[in-house]
């Protein structure tokens, strides 16, 4: 249908390579201003939150400018993603890795020299090997991309000693562009970029760091069993997600369990063989509806766009922790959930995790801080999303109306009392035990142990009966993020008072306690507030399905991922617009030329078929 294949070239336009070449109308946010200044042959730094857009800003230029455009990646599992996606829109491009044979790099080179390829990712292990860096004073090049740029940090959990090496790239290609890349925030990072790369002219395009289609829920742990799967039963029965557990042990029994309810679930963590883990992954990008347990192994470099939630089944160690490993979800835009549940316990062992490491006791402390930030998050009885943002110096005015805490405000209590008497039995009975303990010494429950250490006889033994069990454990909890109690991290995590806990339990200060939310299971408001697809009717979700397995069929024809094929957006437009020509379709995004002739009559089909079905 398509008489002339559109080619983009440093005539075009960049708007009609956007819609010609990747199917979409318009750019997003600072896209357009920073493929312009990178095509006029200026230096950047692009700072953008996950799902931003960031690959255009440097694809585009690269096609558009003559020559070859390198990016430079962290990782083979990204690289071939990119690839596998610019070769479906018959963009030339190729990436150099260590899976490759020694033959297939050099043709690749080769293609290279004689400026053949649009786009050429490699690791820069690869790209600051002599040989390569002098391979490429032959090539026609046009723009150098330093992706996930933060690696250069070294204070940063990607660090990647070669970055800091990269500023050779200023030093021995001095007109040639570089634009650097990253979804890390803080302030610190981005001028270490800066510095480091010797990216002294480069303009900073900084993008808010919201990722507004994630609505955000963190609730208390009861049964994380069953809590896990009364959400994934009611929120996502057919959906790809990632489940973080804190340890590797607690990775494989959830995933044991999930398999055993009959859910497609795989483990993956460090400890489990290469093999497997690579397996795993492959599976988790290339079938659909896979969920992903996982320690904090699993990651960086998943650019699935259709990771539906993150659930956490206990609390990461940061709120930079949080952000990313949630940021994972909902990459393409669609509606995408966060889910978190925690308790005391996780709180109290990642307290020992933290103090028992090798690190200096600077680190420590830092360490120590930065959890009780994400506590806050954790208690907080304001819009998360807020408060998330603050944390990365970032303001947004208004309550966000998609997080748990918007969405069912938290109700408070005056627990100054409660809180003088949790203080007084952690005192009275000597400052060695845990919050259960505790808590059967506030209601009078005359347990072996407690008679075993005759807390029988204190003064606090069963003063507390005006609360339940879940609601002493709930104080203690709160009093511990709130910094009020310690725990014993060199000991077995007792309960331990501090300088803080003085003018709570003299009654000189106020405390307020949240009523936990249970993320129960009624039916919650947000099912109704926010569909997950904007269909309603059983037709148009029978569709959905037709159009995914069509998706997958092909997928699988080429083992590729599916969403390389049409992303979820691009199903989601097609079942909403049911396109009748394949004109009509090529107005849909993420259908450009190539994508049209190339799967535009086998979508029609399934979408003729399904509508035909209609009139029978
Ligand atoms: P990042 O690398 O910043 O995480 P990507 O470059 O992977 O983000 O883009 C995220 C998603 O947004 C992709 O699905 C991409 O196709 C889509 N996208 C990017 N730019 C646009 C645009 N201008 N219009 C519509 N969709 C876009
Ligand atoms: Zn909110």
Redesign the pocket.
Known sequence: MVSTPFHATSQSDPQEV?RHV?G?????GQ?DAIIRHVLRGGDALVL?????????CYQIPAMMRPGVGVVISPLIALMQDQVTGLLQLDVRAAFLNSTQSWQEARSIEQQMVKGELDLVYVAPERLLNDRFLDLLERVPLALFAIDEAHCVSQWGHDFRPEYIQLSILHERFPQIPRIA?T?TADDPTRREVLDKLGLLQAQTFITGFDRPNITYRIGLKQNPKSQLLDFLEREHPDDAGIVYCLTRNNVEKTAAWLVEKGWNALPYHAGLPNEMRQQHQELFLKEEGVIIVATIAFGMGI?K?NVRFVAHLGIPKSVEAYYQETGRAG???LPADAWMIYGLQDLITLRQIISGSEADEHFKAIGQRKLNAMLGLCETTTCRRQVLLSYFGETLEQPCGNCDTCLYPVKTWDGSIAAQKALSCVYRTGQQFGAGYLTDVLLGNATDRVMKFRHDQVSTFGIGTELKKDQWLSVFRQLVAMGVLEVDVDGYGGLLLNSESRPVLQGAQKIEFRHDAILTKKKTKREKLVQKFRWKDASDQALWDELRSCRLELAREQGVPPYVIF?D?TLEALVLNKPSTLQAMLQL??IGDVKLERYGQAFLEVLEEHIGRQWE
């Open positions: 956007l990747f979409y109308e318009s750019f997003r896209q953008m939150p996950t799902g931003g857009g960031k690959s255009l890349l979804a650019d766009p990459r393409d835009g992303q957006t995004p993420g």
